[in-house]
């Protein structure tokens, strides 16, 4: 089942804001902004809105978007195990439909992302992660290609270990023919 979210718009008016701050050179408007980014992290949801911009606000600057994506990755290292399974979930299925994104500084971003949430022992309970990777490299869209290629490369570098592994049923003997 397909996991539905959709933002308070207060909510992400104030989270855009915060992020549009946290660009400031100001050091104590960033730490401010780094605060508040902290408190938020209390709220369940506050990772949906934060994959939202991401992927869905294709209407901000690129350098907003990405941020919000770079804050997200530094929230799955740090708190991902106690992300709730929908918010887990939406932000695997964000990123996985938003790979080939125009941008390619929001691709590089959502590349980043799946490889942290792969890096934190998702891989085995992503199982669809590196078929779907694959599949995408049959793309005849350019950008879909390069994103998927990227993450691959990304997960390749850092989970080379379980990669050659029998945990997962050693995927690189199906990737390395591709």
């Known amino acids: 089942m397909e996991y539905e979210w959709k933002p308070d718009q207060q909510g992400l008016q104030q989270i855009l804001q915060l992020l549009k701050e946290s660009q400031s050179p100001d050091t104590t408007i960033q730490r ?5 980014l902290e408190q938020l992290n209390q709220y369940p949801d506050f990772n949906n809105y934060l994959i939202f911009v991401l992927t869905k606000l294709k209407s901000e600057d690129e350098p907003t978007r990405s941020l919000s994506g770079l804050i997200l990755k530094n929230n799955v290292k740090a708190h991902f195990q106690n992300f709730p399974n929908g918010v887990t979930d939406f932000i695997k299925s964000e990123c996985l439909n938003n790979i080939g994104d125009a941008s390619p500084l929001i691709r590089a971003t959502v590349g980043i992302l799946i490889t942290t949430i792969a890096s934190k022992g998702e891989l085995q309970n992503w199982p669809d ?4 990777l694959c599949s995408l490299l049959d793309s005849e869209d350019y950008n879909t290609c390069e994103g998927a290629f990227g993450a691959l490369q990304k997960i390749c570098e850092d989970s080379a270990e379980i990669l050659d592994s029998d945990v997962l049923d050693r995927p690189l003997n199906i990737m390395i023919p591709k």
Not at 32 to 36: F, P
Not at 129 to 132: A, E
Request: hydrophobic share 35%; charged share 20%.
């Open 32 to 36: 401010t902004v780094q605060q508040k």
């Open 129 to 132: 992660l590196l078929p779907k």
